[in-house]
């Protein structure tokens, strides 16, 4: 039975990255995400339904465009092959059941924040505010007695990134401390070591940005915290309750 809510997952998965696309081209740019329907980019002929399949029809036509031939961007299938494989880890990781609906919603949101950031530079609150405001009518609808603990671990998210960017304006922005915030509305104490992950993660790309441009390039660098964060999301999301488990029970 499970394996069926997971192949279920996947091609909903799919759809919703083929929507989420259309969401991370359009929504920075300020664009109906409903009207017109899904363009070419290159030469803006209407894609036809059975061009708009997921990744399925990105393979027949071979990249490119059935009406003027320019290549289509591989991150389109990509975004939505990676959101049909997270949407099954969250079912087999979460099961079949109400605890998977957070997790979910959850991953929906990372896929575009960490795009649209590593793209234009922000994470819009058009994304957040939605997020802050599922997040605890989904765990008011599935497991209530867990409101307090999310609300806390979002301040404290939000608190630490906001000292943060008050100490180092240049190196985090405010979009960031929001979605620590938000992170924290969907993880619970689980937003700890999604957290370090993220900070990991980034610490070791900029370690290599040094060392390969040397010290004074490299620090000028801008690299977006969002995707890491987003990144952090995604551990703390399957791995940050055992692990917050193991800590407390070795050290407290």
Not at 140 to 162: C, K, Q, S, W, Y
């Amino acid at each position: 039975m499970l394996a069926a809510y997971a192949v279920l997952a996947g091609v909903m998965g799919l759809v919703i990255g083929s929507f989420l696309n259309v969401v991370i081209h359009r929504l920075p740019r300020r664009e109906s995400l409903a009207s017109p329907g899904s363009r070419c980019p290159s030469c803006g002929t209407p894609i036809k339904p059975y061009d708009n399949l997921p990744v399925v029809s990105w393979l027949l036509l071979r990249g490119r465009c059935r009406h003027c031939g320019e290549p289509i961007s591989p991150r389109y299938p990509l975004v939505e092959l990676a959101t049909a494989v997270l949407f099954v880890t969250v079912v087999l990781v979460k099961g079949a059941d109400r605890d998977a609906w957070l997790g979910l919603v959850f991953v929906t949101l990372l896929i575009p924040v960490a795009l649209i950031d590593l793209d234009r530079r922000i994470i819009p609150n058009r994304l957040l505010l939605p997020a802050a405001i599922a997040a605890p009518i989904i765990l008011a609808l599935t497991d209530a007695d867990r409101l307090p603990e999310h609300a806390i671990a979002a301040v404290a998210a939000g608190g630490f990134l906001l000292a943060a960017a008050l100490a180092y304006p240049r190196g985090m922005g405010m979009g960031d401390v929001k979605l620590a915030a938000v992170m924290g509305l969907f993880l619970g104490r689980a937003v700890a070591p999604a957290m370090l992950f993220g900070f990991l993660a980034g610490a070791l790309l900029g370690a290599a940005i040094i060392a390969r441009k040397g010290a004074r390039e490299g620090r000028k660098t801008a690299v977006p915290f969002g995707p890491f964060l987003a990144l952090g999301g995604l551990f703390g999301l399957f791995v940050g309750p055992e692990i917050v488990d193991w800590y407390v029970d070795t050290y407290l």
